[in-house]
């Protein structure tokens, strides 16, 4: 069995908003159906001895200066929104209160 | 559309008599840093749309979060103030959702490691006693971007066709202070929930990381509130498990985190009495009607995904620096306010009725500024008081400083004017004529202590009170006092009163002048 359809393929390429063709859908689906195997396998080795490493570089408290940097400026903010209304992003509709 | 008939409460009597309320409090601080929490974008409030927005903020790719340096430091002295344990280690996590306030898909919070926990506050209540709430955590995140609802009737979301989103907010450093459960608030619990959060207020204004204005959103309370079963006489109330709680959102005042405790008690006890379960939800405050509304529910939408943020490297806060913030933090409110009330030589009630009127700050500014305590205390808890009441403003905000309640009785005292100009010249200080010196020249308020104006006003006085003045004259000294109100009148108030009492005496009954002056 696959570790990921064609199907739920299709609805994150909705979702992300990239535009499939039927032979992306099918190329892109077989792709992650391989690398999705290969992260199973990985996942097989680790053992409960073995913690999750969620940062391999032995860094600690990066931080900046509260200095203000400039910003990008709304139109080139909003040059990347599919649709802008009044300064701001126009989205579909949602489910949750502000 | 969201039902917006009004579900059954009971009185509030028969609920507590019933039950027992367990209170769980969510306050998110915006902190007031220069820049965003990940980011050098500005956060000043009430900027055009998007235009405090970056690459890092709109979550764009290859763009790299960085961990502002003020923002972790705020972290730090919160978890102090509170009495928490500072984390040895922590790092930030992901916590994904699909709103699109989050121009990302996940807000960068902390999950499994906060930077601080098990703490406690001390709450005054208003009749002087102190509840200590546990604190579980205080965590750092970044405060997500504004939606606009557009085509709903009321611009909510219920109705709306589409949203339009602004990110300025989007990134904000944002403090998450969360309680562990609250028991053995009994009937008090609207009170304490209102008393916690305005503690966590004056004590987050005290360590300057916010301006906490509930009114603007920098400071927000979310109030989770559960009901169960009184145990029977003698019975340990621990023991009884917690029932299913709710949690109500969108509370941005304190009177209305109150209220919203009170109403969500009754409403939940209606429930529960009549054979109903509580639904573990999200509900939603109206300050306009005093209700809460159902909201999403929480049994089917939480799953946040909650994984280790790889673009931020894990925080070891150096001890040194800890000991460090911890020995700058300011004296805390509660032990600040026992140590002014022992320097002002107040009662205990005293002291609660200038906290209740938010005096403390601008008494103690006032005493600086040259005053006596009792001075002070007298002009902001009466005369300023009652001003601030009728016009229904925070005492605060009355247009007038601790320096010129000062200066104003540095007038009263040295006898430039009397309790009754002063009063004049308060409301033309308000009135925004300026100075209270500017206001006694402006309008002519000195008192006159000129003999010869005063003994022609005394001179009118005893001819037109002739029975009075032969009182006097027959040894009636008390019956002075008559006279001197009636050259008060004559002289618009602005005579001396002892200069004017000896005036009379000197005239009528010479040998109890002195000694009156």
Redo the contacts between chains.
């Keep these: 069995m696959s570790a990921i359809s064609r199907e739920e393929v299709a609805h994150l390429a909705s ?1 992300s908003r990239i535009d499939l063709g039927p032979a992306e859908l099918d190329t892109l689906a077989g792709q992650l159906d391989v690398i999705l195997g290969a992260v199973a396998a990985v996942q097989q080795v680790a053992g409960d001895d073995v913690p ?1 490493t ?2 391999p ?1 032995p ?16 139109a080139a ?2 040059a ?1 929104a599919p649709e802008a ?14 | 559309m969201t039902t917006t008939v009004a579900e059954p409460v009971r009185d509030y009597d028969e609920v507590t008599a019933a039950f027992d309320p367990v209170l769980g409090l969510e306050v998110h601080v915006e902190l007031n840093t220069a820049t965003k929490m990940f980011c050098g974008c500005t956060t000043i409030f009430g900027a055009e749309p998007n235009s405090q927005v970056c690459p890092v903020c709109l979550g764009l790719p290859g763009a790299l979060p960085v961990l502002n340096e003020i923002g972790l430091e705020s972290a730090i002295r919160i978890g102090l103030a509170l009495n928490c344990t500072i984390a040895e280690r922590c790092r930030f996590a992901r916590k994904n959702y699909f709103y699109p306030d989050m121009p990302k898909n996940f807000q960068t919070s902390q999950y499994d490691e906060p930077i601080a926990f098990d703490g406690h506050l001390d709450v005054e209540l208003d009749d002087g006693t102190t509840f200590r709430v546990p604190v579980e955590r205080a965590h750092m995140e970044e405060d997500t971007g504004k939606s606009l609802h557009v085509g709903g009737a009321t611009g909510r979301i219920h109705g709306a066709d589409y949203s339009l989103v602004d990110y300025n907010r989007a990134g904000i450093p944002l403090i998450e202070i969360v309680t562990k459960p609250v028991e053995g608030a009994g009937e008090r619990a609207p009170e304490i929930a209102r008393a916690y959060v305005s503690a966590l207020r004056d004590l987050l204004r005290g360590l300057r990381v916010s301006d906490v204005r509930m009114e603007q959103g920098s400071l927000r309370c979310d109030a989770n509130i559960s009901l169960r079963p009184k145990a029977a006489p003698g019975e340990d109330q621990s023991a009884v498990p917690f029932g299913t709680r709710s949690e109500t959102k969108n509370v941005n005042s304190l009177r209305s985190v109150e209220r919203a405790i009170r109403y969500e008690m009754t409403r939940q006890a209606d429930r529960l009495l009549s054979g109903q379960r509580v639904v573990q939800e999200t509900r939603h405050w109206h300050e306009d009607t005093g209700v809460t509304t159902s909201g999403r529910s929480k049994e089917e939408a939480e799953d946040y995904r909650y994984f280790p943020e790889p673009d931020l490297v894990p925080i070891v806060p150096d001890p040194a620096r800890v000991e460090e913030l911890r020995a700058l933090l300011p004296e805390p409110p509660g032990v600040r306010r026992k140590r002014l009330q022992a320097e002002w030589g107040i009662s205990d009630l005293e002291m609660r009725d200038v906290v209740n009127a938010r005096a403390v700050e601008l008494i103690e500014a006032t005493i600086t500024a040259g005053a006596t305590a009792a001075t002070a205390r007298k002009w902001w808890t009466q005369e300023l008081a009652r001003q601030a009441k009728t016009s229904g403003v925070e005492l605060a905000d009355l247009p007038i400083t601790p320096a010129q309640v000062a200066a104003l009785q540095a007038l009263v005292d040295a006898g430039t004017i009397n309790d009754k100009l002063a009063r004049q010249v308060l409301e033309g200080v308000l009135a925004g004529e300026g100075d209270p010196k500017d206001v006694v020249a402006a309008r002519g308020l000195k008192v006159v202590s000129d003999d010869g104006a005063l003994g022609n006003a005394v001179d009118r006085a005893i001819e037109a009170n002739p029975e009075v003045a032969e009182k006097i004259r027959g040894g009636k000294v008390a019956a002075a006092g008559a006279l001197v109100g009636s050259v008060m009148r004559d002289m618009r108030g602005q005579a001396d009163a002892a200069k004017v009492r000896s005036l009379i005496l000197a005239r009528l009954a010479p040998g109890e002048a002195d000694g009156n002056g």
């Design positions: 979702l999750a969620s940062h570089m860094l600690t408290n990066v931080t900046r200066s509260d200095t203000p940097r400039p910003s990008l400026g709304s903010v909003l990347g209304e009044q300064g701001r992003f126009r989205v579909p509709r949602i489910l949750e209160e502000d």
